[in-house]
Every structure is written in C-alpha cells, then in structure tokens.
C-alpha cells in the first residue's frame, strides 16, 4: 500500500471512529422534554368505573389461601383493586404458617406451587412440620399490579367487641396498624375506632375511610348503635358471607332497612350526613364452592374515578360516587337537574326492575321498642314506621329515571335482575345493585 493511500485509510478510519462515538453519546444523552402523550395510566383524566372488594381475608388471619394466590384470583376476575382486611394486623412482617396437615391446605400448597412457581415458595421445616412463610403486601404486590389495570390497598380488619356485640370495622388505605380500643357501649366502640383511622389519616397526609362491618352478625350493631355516632360514613349493606344475617328475621331489623332508618333519622331529625352503602365479599374460603361457603365474587363496588390509585378510589368513595353491586352492571348513575338518572347494562333474556326508595320530610319518624314473648324490651333495632324507605316508584325500564319533588329526605335506587347469582350468598339470591342516596 503507497504511503498516499494508508494515509487516506487512516484518515476515513479516524472519521468513522469519531462518528460512531458522536452517535453514541447523541443516542445516551438524556432529554429534558417529555412525551406529547400522557402516561397511559393517567389518560386524559375521564373518570371511569373501577371493581373492587374491599373485604378479603387470607392465611395472614382466617382465610385458607396464601395472600398472592387471592389477589390473582380477583385480577383474574376482572377485579381492578383489592383490599386484604386481615384481623387487627396489616399483612407485614415474618410470618410462617403449616405447609401441611387437613385439607384444603395440602390443595392449597399445590395451587400455590402450580401458579407461582416452587422457587417463589419458601419452607423451612421445623420440630419434624414443613413451614410455609407467608409473602408481605410489599414483596408481592409488585407482581401483580399494573398501572391503569390492578392496583393493591392496603387494609385492615379491625376486629373488637363490647360485651358479647361484635363491633368490627374495616379501615381502607392504612400506613399502620390499628390496635382496637374499649368503648363504654357499641356506639361509643364504633366512634373510638374510627377516630383512630381519621387521626392516622390526618397524620400521615393519607386519604383513609372506615366503615362498619356486617352490623347482623352476631347481631352486635343495631341501627341506633350507628344513628347518631357521627364519624359513621359507610356501613356494608350487603356482605358475601353467609352468617352474617343480611336480611335480618323477624325479630331483627334487615341491613338495607337499617340503612334506611338510619338515612331518614339522620337527615330527617339530627342534621347528620348520609350513610353510603358498601357492597363487599368478606371472602374466607378459596378452594370449597357453593352455598353456605364463604367465597369470593358475592359482592363489589363499582367506584367511578379518574385514576386507579388509592388516593383517587378513596376519594370518591367519600364523594359517594359509587354503587355496591352483586352482578348488575350500571353504565351510569346522575343527578341531572332534578331527576335522578340510571343506566343500567342489560345482558340477553335478563329482565331488570328498579324501586326508587326514599322516605318523605312528612314521614313519622318515631320508634317503639320491640317486645319479647315477656313483654320486656329486646336490644335490638327499635320498629319504625313503613313510611321510613317506602318505594316511591317503579320501573323495568334499561334507563329509569326518578324526579325529585323536593318532599324527600333523600332517594336511592336498587336494580334487581331475573338472573340468579351464579354463587349466592343466600339460595335464591338474584343480581343486585344499589345507588347511593341523594338529597333533594
């Protein structure tokens, strides 16, 4: 090669190197502009409708399956939030739990294994018993949720009593654990506790709600037990499991009458705000299906938000736009001037009806206490009269519509479809939605 052209290589060489290393750090160097577009998550900002449970429990307390395994199960199902309630404890810490022994935990182990994987699952044996550890929130949930599509909260269960009356409340969106307090009745037990979540919402600049647990089971909390206790905001007008007593019998007042005694007391006589109704599953059992077990997939609500976090489901359950449903869909639920508006989904050969409830400023709102067989007062919710939740009107129609006259206390809307709930908490139970009320 003349020495001309090794100079001339040499040269192109030169350039190509210098190129390539321009181009190099032309493609690493950061930008300070980003993306037109919003985060796919975020979208626009048009609210939508968002499924949730917000009763679950898991091995972290009474529930039979690992918490992971639970929470696939609901993202599965077209879930996108969920909250684990366990009973007085966050699910955090170090946990281990038998790996073997009666069924369904063998069933349970194997499934676990199966869908997560063996070198997911850590044992350990111990005095001659294979242990299993059960997963925290934190090491989990990052395999699970996806933005815009399933979103985790944490949640507790908090599980009290006063005297032999179960007194339990869920608190949604905690930073810590709630230990339950004595109160000096189940009133005053309710109020306590709930204090305790606004207290630690206040302080951790955390939007949390809580809300009063299946008032029929055991029947620990009457109607009167909520009325006048004002931090009450939300109370589970329908709970999957089956012994909780949702529709009362004859001595006791059903959930959704209690939800109407206390509506009309509340606006009608003492100036408080509306109660919101909260549809959940209170979900235990994951592996026996049926009748009289307590499975998930009973009951949800549908929260209409703009975002899937936290803060933005928190934030409109306490502005009240949600519905707790067991199976019926609603497109749409408004206020427009003075009619209250509903869309409802139909789906082929189902049928819908829609009772508008309210009770009237002209209603009688006094009570008498309800006698046992000796004529001595039971404790139990007071007898109001039927003037208290009356229906006002009825439709079949997909759109009903109910205009208010300005005579109501308030109103609210429950669908009920001809079709039967493929795993009812009560044989016989058919798709339910229900609306939370409105003021005139």
């Given at each position: 090669?003349?020495?001309?052209l090794?100079?001339?290589c040499?040269?192109l060489?030169?350039?190509g190197v210098?190129s390539?290393?321009?181009?190099?750090?032309n493609?690493a160097?950061?930008t300070?502009?980003?993306p037109r577009?919003?985060?796919?998550?975020?979208?626009n900002g048009?609210a939508?409708?968002w499924?949730?449970?917000l009763?679950?429990?898991s091995?972290?307390?009474?529930?039979?399956?690992?918490?992971?395994m639970?929470?696939?199960w609901y993202?599965?199902?077209g879930?996108?939030?969920?909250?684990?309630?366990?009973?007085?404890v966050?699910?955090?810490?170090?946990k281990?739990v038998?790996?073997d022994?009666k069924?369904?935990?063998?069933?349970a182990?194997?499934?676990y294994?199966?869908?997560?994987?063996?070198?997911?699952v850590?044992r350990k044996?111990?005095?001659g018993?294979t242990?299993v550890?059960?997963?925290?929130q934190?090491?989990y949930?990052?395999?699970?949720e996806?933005p815009?599509?399933f979103q985790?909260?944490?949640?507790e269960e908090?599980?009290h009593?006063y005297a032999?009356a179960?007194?339990h409340?869920n608190?949604?969106?905690?930073?810590d654990?709630v230990?339950?307090?004595?109160g000096?009745?189940?009133?005053?037990t309710?109020e306590v506790?709930?204090r305790q979540?606004a207290e630690q919402?206040r302080?951790?600049g955390?939007?949390?709600i809580a809300?009063?647990?299946?008032?029929n089971?055991g029947?620990?909390?009457?109607?009167?037990?909520?009325?006048?206790t004002?931090?009450?905001?939300?109370?589970?007008v329908?709970?999957g499991?089956?012994?909780?007593?949702?529709?009362?019998?004859?001595t006791?007042?059903?959930v959704?009458?209690?939800?109407?005694?206390?509506l009309?007391?509340?606006?009608?006589?003492?100036?408080?705000?509306v109660?919101y109704?909260?549809?959940?599953?209170?979900?235990?059992?994951?592996?026996?299906?049926?009748?009289?077990?307590?499975?998930?997939?009973?009951?949800?609500?549908?929260?209409?938000?703009?975002?899937?976090?936290?803060?933005?489901?928190?934030?409109?359950l306490?502005a009240?736009?949600?519905?707790g449903s067991?199976?019926v869909?609603?497109d749409?639920i408004?206020r427009?001037?003075d009619?209250?508006?509903?869309s409802?989904?139909s789906?082929p050969?189902v049928t819908?009806?829609t009772e508008?409830?309210?009770t009237?400023?002209?209603?009688?709102l006094d009570s008498?206490?309800?006698?046992?067989d000796d004529?001595?007062?039971?404790p139990v919710?007071r007898?109001?009269s039927?003037?208290?939740?009356q229906?006002?009107?009825?439709?079949?129609?997909?759109?009903p519509s109910y205009?208010?006259t300005?005579?109501?206390?308030y109103?609210?809307?429950k669908?009920?479809s001809?079709k039967?709930?493929?795993?009812p908490?009560?044989?016989g139970?058919?798709?339910v939605?229900?609306t939370?009320?409105?003021?005139?």
């Open positions: 090669m003349s020495p001309t090794r100079s001339v040499a040269a060489l030169t350039v210098f390539a290393a321009v181009a190099v750090q493609a160097k950061p300070s502009e980003p577009e919003p985060i796919p998550a975020v979208g048009t939508k409708w499924k949730g449970n009763h679950t429990h091995l972290w307390s009474d529930g039979d399956d690992f918490p992971e639970i929470a696939d993202k599965r199902n879930y996108h939030f969920l909250a684990l309630t366990e009973h007085n966050l699910a955090e810490g170090d281990w038998a790996g022994g069924e369904p935990r063998p069933a182990m194997r499934k294994e199966n869908r997560f994987g063996r070198a997911w850590q044996e111990q005095d018993k242990l550890r059960l997963k925290p934190a090491e949930r990052g395999l699970l996806e815009g599509k985790m909260i944490p949640a908090i599980t009593r032999k179960p007194v409340m608190a949604i969106n905690l930073r654990v230990k339950p307090i004595d000096g009745n189940v009133a005053e309710i506790n709930v979540v919402s302080k951790a955390r939007p949390m809300f009063v647990n299946h008032p089971f029947w620990g909390v009457r109607a009167e037990d909520m009325l006048l004002e931090s009450v905001k939300f109370f589970e329908f709970n499991h089956p012994g909780v007593r949702n529709y009362g019998d004859p006791h007042a059903s959704e009458r209690m939800w109407d005694i206390l009309a007391l509340r606006l009608g006589k003492h100036g408080l705000p109660v109704g909260l549809a959940t599953d209170d979900s235990h059992r994951y592996h026996q299906w049926g009748v009289g077990q307590v499975n998930p997939g009973r009951g949800w609500v549908m929260v209409r938000a703009p975002h899937l976090t936290a803060e933005a489901l928190v934030a409109a306490e009240g736009d949600f519905y067991t199976g869909v609603l749409d408004r427009d001037g009619f209250l508006r509903v409802i989904r789906e050969w819908y009806r508008f409830i309210a009237m400023k002209s209603a009688k008498e206490p309800r006698l046992g004529g001595k007062e039971l919710t007898v109001y039927d003037e208290v939740g229906v006002v009107a009825r439709s079949t129609d997909l759109r205009k208010l300005g005579k109501e206390l109103v609210r809307a669908v009920t001809s039967p709930h493929p795993n908490y009560a044989a139970d058919m798709e939605a229900w939370q009320p409105v003021r005139p």
